[in-house]
Nanobody
């Protein structure tokens, strides 16, 4: 069973940057489509960014031009570089791995944008 472990969250001032990491426990990581979601208090979990096994990326309109998703298959890790953060980006960020009809989630990492 694949386990996902997110890291890199924290408190940052508006306009700042953070890089989230999600490490997978399986070496077959390269076949998975990987995504980052976020969930703010009282709101539904929403897709932030996704990257397929082939490297194709997709972003929510709210983060285009500010966030970049990437993956390092040799390290079984997907990253989310977040720049120009604003208070509306405050949420718990979750990593998701998907292959065909199967998917799994990490435990989440908190990102708080506040002065």
């Amino acid at each position: 069973q694949v386990q996902l472990v997110e890291s890199g969250g924290g408190l940052v001032q508006p306009g700042g940057s953070l890089r989230l990491s999600c490490a997978a426990s399986k070496s077959i990581f390269s076949i998975y489509d990987m995504s980052w979601y976020h969930q703010a208090p009282g709101k539904q979990r929403e897709l932030v960014a996704a990257i397929t096994s082939g490297g194709t990326t997709n972003y929510a309109d709210s983060v285009k031009g500010r966030f970049t998703i990437s993956r390092d298959n040799a390290k079984n890790t997907v990253y989310l570089q977040m720049n120009s953060l604003n208070p509306e980006d405050t949420a718990v960020y979750f990593c998701n791995a998907r292959y065909l009809s199967w998917n799994t989630w990490g435990q989440g990492t908190q990102v708080t944008v506040s002065s």
